[in-house]
């Protein structure tokens, strides 16, 4: 398997994507961090609720949840954009993602051929609360090294 030179940290609303200093194998620069405020906001916060709307048995939590996929489906766009504009098309990008469930899964479902082939590994890990330096050591281990 390829090792990456870059690593995408997501859950539905925050992204963050790092790149590995070829000059130094065990350096990661952060590049950019993506947020989506509107993922963290309750339905009725959103205004994705109708006026009036308690919770009522399980249909009450229909609307949140729809609300809550659509910002994640929404998020997960703008994140795929953001790593095709950095993984580029050049030949030695390869890129490892770790994302919350069902995040991960939105996520892939929007990136397009060319990002695929990048992709080294995908993991179903929420790592975005990790400190930088936190998470140069998980991916130094996931390297194998």
């Known amino acids: 398997m390829d090792t990456p030179n870059w690593a995408l940290v997501a859950n539905g609303s925050m992204a963050r994507l790092l790149e590995l200093d070829p ?17 963290r906001l309750h339905g009725s916060a959103a205004g994705h609720e ?13 609307p949140r949840s729809e609300a809550a996929a659509q910002e994640r489906r929404t998020f997960a766009r703008e994140v795929a954009h953001a790593l095709r504009e950095a993984v580029g098309t050049a030949e030695r990008s390869r890129v490892a993602v770790f994302a919350s469930n069902p995040f991960l899964g939105e996520l892939m479902e ?36």
């Open 23 to 39: 000059a130094a194998a065990t350096h990661w620069t952060e590049r950019q961090c993506l947020t989506h405020p509107a993922a």
């Open 50 to 62: 109708p006026p009036g709307h308690s919770i009522a048995g399980r249909s009450g939590l229909a």
């Open 110 to 145: 929007q990136l397009d051929g060319v990002t695929h082939q990048r992709l080294v590994a995908s993991h179903a890990q929420d790592l975005t609360h990790l400190s930088l330096q936190e998470l140069a050591r998980h991916l130094q281990a996931e390297r194998g090294g």
